[in-house]
């Protein structure tokens, strides 16, 4: 079974603060997503990854930056956490083919809380 | 721009009903659709996955249908259960791009 594991299950940090969220998957994926999740805003793209070092910004991109130094690893900064960054924070992989057998993985989440 | 629709946003149902969740998305053009299933507090497990030339997939009391043409997906839940309480959600894909979300069904089955 994939498993993809996230860093943290809950996390409360000061705004100011810079905060690294992990994401590690065990399938040799090569895909990795960020994504957060508010109330009836539903899952927003922050980045995502096809490669090694490789990143792309999703749909709100703004106050995030990723790392991807391993295959395996998709790391998520917030430079200078922000209340409005409190949130759920869902990290996702899939297998490279873009065809019809195609399918994303999640992790178990991380609750943020900014205070 | 590819949009993903889901209603109703909430539904409760008596336990033992049959129920059907609804998707609907504006461009046929793509390869794949996923239901997910979450529960509160929790991240995303996959239900089923309808490639875009099969027309439903079954796992045990699911069963999804695709109609890409008409651009709709329905996920059918026999014989619900407390539970089956849980939010649906369904992504597509429309290949070059990563999955497009709908914001999701929050159903409650009472016991």
């Known amino acids: 079974d994939v498993k993809v594991t996230q860093s943290s299950r809950y996390l409360v940090k000061r705004t100011g603060e810079k905060v690294f969220l992990e994401c590690v998957q065990d399938?040799?994926?090569?895909?990795m997503f960020w994504y957060r999740q508010d109330p009836g805003l539903g899952l927003r793209l922050i980045y995502f990854s096809y490669d090694v070092k490789m990143k792309e910004k999703g749909d709100i991109p703004e106050g995030y930056s990723v790392s991807r130094e391993k295959k395996e690893r998709f790391s998520l900064i917030l430079e200078s956490a922000s209340t409005n960054q409190t949130s759920m924070y869902l990290c996702a992989s899939s297998p490279p083919t873009s065809g019809a057998t195609y399918e994303q993985y999640f992790g178990p989440g991380t609750r943020l809380t900014v205070t | 721009k590819q949009e993903v629709t889901q209603i109703p946003a909430a539904l409760s149902v008596p336990e033992g009903e049959n129920l059907v969740l609804n998707c609907s998305f504006t461009d046929s053009a793509i390869y794949n659709l996923q239901w997910f299933r979450q529960d509160p507090g929790k991240g995303l497990t996959s239900l089923l996955l309808?490639?875009?030339?099969?027309r439903e997939q079954t796992s045990g009391r699911l069963n999804a249908s695709l109609d890409k043409s008409s651009g709709r997906s329905t996920l059918y839940i026999a014989a619900s259960q407390p539970g089956d309480s849980a939010t649906y959600l369904c992504a597509v894909h429309p290949g070059n791009t990563p999955l497009v979300f709908g914001k999701g069904t929050r159903l409650s089955v009472i016991a």
């Open positions: 309808i490639q875009s030339s099969q």
């Open positions: 399938m040799d994926h090569e895909n």
